[in-house]
């Protein structure tokens, strides 16, 4: 029988969440070379214009407006609840979805447009088969006075 160990590092949680080992974590995306449209991760073809294989990989912003959201107060066993569930427009648009965190699952405190950022830290102390670790992201409100980066 092989024995299996976790990885000495965390994981990245999805294939687009970057986790470089001399910096700080980012998220990816392609960037079409003939319209200039980005997307969220790796794309062979282009919605917009049609193109294939004609592009390049960007870091994405970490900065965005909050675009939608739902509470949610139903989940699977063992997730927490309730717990705001977004969908944020990046600057340079793309749109992600993920949670909202550090503010309260009330929508008097989830105004529709609001700054936010993305933070990337534990993906809530879960882990997999194998006890490997994983790093996530997630938006939270920033602050007005914070200058965009």
Not at 15 to 26: V, W
Not at 84 to 99: C, H
């Amino acid at each position: 029988m092989t024995e299996v160990r976790a990885a000495a590092t965390p994981r990245p949680v999805v294939p687009f969440l970057k986790l470089p080992t001399d910096g700080e974590p980012y998220l990816e995306g392609s960037i079409c070379t003939r319209c200039d449209t980005t997307f969220l991760g790796q794309r062979v073809a282009c919605s917009k214009c049609g193109a294939r294989d004609a592009f390049e990989t960007k870091r994405l912003s970490n900065h965005g407006t909050l675009y939608a959201y739902s509470i949610v107060h139903r989940s699977f066993p063992g997730v927490e609840v309730p717990y705001v569930s977004a969908i944020v427009d990046l600057e340079g648009g793309v749109s992600i979805k993920g949670n909202l965190i550090h503010v309260a699952p009330d929508p008097k405190q989830i105004p529709f447009g609001m700054p936010v950022e993305v933070i990337y830290g534990d993906a809530l102390g879960r882990k997999d088969a194998e006890g490997n670790a994983y790093v996530s992201y997630f938006f939270q409100p920033r602050k007005t006075s914070e200058k965009t980066r």
